[in-house]
């Protein structure tokens, strides 16, 4: 009884602080500096979407939801696909970073471009959401280190040294995983060293995502510097090619560096797309009718989600996956290597609950719930990757 009456009141301050971390959950979350690393909505922008819009129902971001979601800090990707080579790559980079200056200058209340952590600093103290730039695809710069030297001097401080498609110099996650590098030479060349190298003196971190195991491990024996991976989920939990394996995770730990998980359905949970497939086999005719109107395969999507949203949130990982990825690597290497890279808007399906940047807030939750201490979760949240930021500074 006596032994029953102090579990009991063990049980209630337990519960008791777990409310009480319950509601402090958004005071903690918004005090946190949120960096994320990684967000495509600027392929949204150049089709028109403007940032300043309510784009509920359209994107997962816009200015108002990075600010009730908390984001301070993010790093807007720059991305084009393997049909942006020579002669079009770095133009087209160009234009994508117009655009995102462009926002910048149309709201200046709301998000300013910074270059370096000072700058990001007085960003957050003002309220403002720090932009910079990340480029995904090392093909942007055709080869050309004037063209990765230019690209830094509008803001760049991060590339993803290949997208899915191989450069000359460095041969990507896909390619190797397929066998179909070009001319069967995987890894990073001279070449690749050198922009290794010359990303070091600049300042511009190198993000691991997408490139492939050999390119990997030749990235981490050239770089002086902490890498990232700006956008990668962990192969332990889903065996996909864009997922890190457990002595690459080790490896960016002992180099210093921060993976930051992507939130896609598909990279966190294997069995995914078997379960989209099935729902959406079940609704075959109904999806062939709209395709048959010219219907495009998002607002087809869109419109399965309005009418099953039951069925349709069941092909969704819960959130709880993302957090198991997260205490994944805590355990592995610590609570110093982790932090977040949503990719939002460049995925077709994030977990349940995460519907946009505005329910960021929720990770936090989830983290508080698990037991992580607010130092940890500031951390997790921002803290590592600016500490990789600032280690990349130039001296
Ligand atoms: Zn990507």
Not at 196 to 224: A, C, K
Not at 300 to 310: A, C, D, E, S, T
Not at 358 to 364: A, F, M, R, S
Request: one cysteine or more; aromatic letters at 8%.
């Amino acid at each position: 009884m006596k032994l029953f009456a102090k579990g009991a009141a063990a049980l209630a301050l337990f519960c008791a602080a777990h409310s009480a971390n319950a509601q402090n959950y958004q005071k903690i979350h918004q005090k946190a500096i949120l960096v994320d690393t990684h967000n495509d909505v600027l392929i949204n922008v150049l089709e028109g979407l403007r940032l300043e819009d309510d784009l509920r129902g359209k994107t997962h971001s816009d200015l108002a939801r990075f600010k009730k979601g908390g984001v301070d800090v993010q790093f807007f990707s720059v991305w084009s696909d393997e049909t942006y080579g020579k002669g079009k790559g770095f133009a087209y980079a160009n234009r994508q970073i117009d655009s995102l200056q462009a926002i910048a200058a149309r709201n200046p209340d709301k998000m300013v471009m910074v270059g370096n952590y000072q700058e990001l600093m007085d960003a957050v103290k003002q309220g403002k959401l720090a932009g910079l730039v990340g480029v995904e695809g090392g093909h942007m710069i055709e080869d050309s280190i004037p063209y990765l030297d230019s690209l830094y001097n509008r803001g760049a401080r991060y590339l993803t040294l290949t997208w899915n498609n191989s450069t000359s110099w460095a041969s990507s996650a896909k390619d190797e995983t397929a066998g179909t590098v070009p001319n069967a030479k995987s890894g990073l060349n001279e070449h690749g060293k050198q922009i290794v190298r010359r990303m070091n003196e600049l300042g511009m971190m190198v993000d691991i995502s997408h490139v492939g195991d050999q390119t990997f491990w030749d990235v981490i024996n050239t770089s002086t510097k902490p890498v990232i991976a700006s956008h990668s989920s962990v192969h332990n939990f889903c065996s996909h090619f864009r997922n890190l394996k457990d002595d690459q995770i080790k490896a960016i730990a002992k180099n210093g560096g921060v993976v930051q998980l992507n939130f896609a359905a598909d990279f966190l949970d294997c069995g995914v797309p078997e379960r989209q497939q099935q729902f959406m086999a079940k609704y075959k005719t109904e999806i062939d009718s709209l395709k048959n109107r010219g219907w495009s395969n998002s607002r087809i999507r869109k419109w399965l989600v309005n009418k099953y949203p039951k069925e349709a949130t069941a092909v969704q990982p819960p959130l709880s996956v993302l957090l198991d990825h997260i205490d994944y690597i805590v355990k592995l290497v610590g609570v110093d290597y982790v932090g977040l890279g949503s990719d939002f808007d460049g995925i077709s399906m994030a977990p349940q609950q995460l519907d946009g940047v505005e329910d960021y807030p929720l990770i936090t939750k989830g983290l508080l719930t698990r037991g992580y201490s607010q130092q940890d979760i500031n951390k997790i949240l921002g803290g590592n990757l600016l500490r990789v930021f600032q280690a990349n500074s130039p001296r």
